[in-house]
Nanobody
Framework: QVQLVESGGGSVQAGGSLRLSCEAS????????VGWFRQAPGKEREGVAC???????KYASSSKGRFTVSENGADTIVYLQMDSLKPEDTAMYYCAAGDDGDWCSLFRTDYAYWGQGTQVTVSS
């Protein structure tokens, strides 16, 4: 099992940047694919980006070109760099890990382990 803790959320003006971190404990990310999800009030939780065990990435159309996933080289922290933020990016952001296969996905049902979330608020 792996435990996940997100950090780095906050309030920023439109056009600004934030970097979210997802730190693993109890295990490293080496055997997991990792996804970033977000949930705005009254909306479904949606996939934003993910990274598989081989360092390949997928991005949702809403985040492509603005968000970047990376990790710290030690398989213990995965980052979500968010640039050119928009008010519609406002949401609670969650990281998640899964081990049901090699490739990551943007579907929440493919992930077994979740962090508690970190709030991102973008003002216009």
């Amino acid at each position: 099992q792996v435990q996940l803790v997100e950090s780095g959320g906050g309030s920023v003006q439109a056009g600004g940047s934030l970097r979210l971190s997802c730190e693993a404990s109890g295990n490293t990310f080496r055997r997991y694919y990792v996804g970033w999800f977000r949930q705005a009030p009254g909306k479904e939780r949606e996939g934003v980006a993910c990274m598989d065990r081989y360092g390949l990435f997928k991005y949702a159309s809403s985040s492509k070109g603005r968000f970047t996933v990376s990790e710290n080289g030690a398989d213990t922290i995965v980052y979500l760099q968010m640039d050119s933020l928009k008010p519609e990016d406002t949401a609670m952001y969650y990281c998640a890990a899964g081990d049901d296969g090699d490739w990551c996905s943007l579907f929440r049902t493919d992930y077994a382990y979740w962090g508690q979330g970190t709030q991102v608020t973008v003002s216009s």
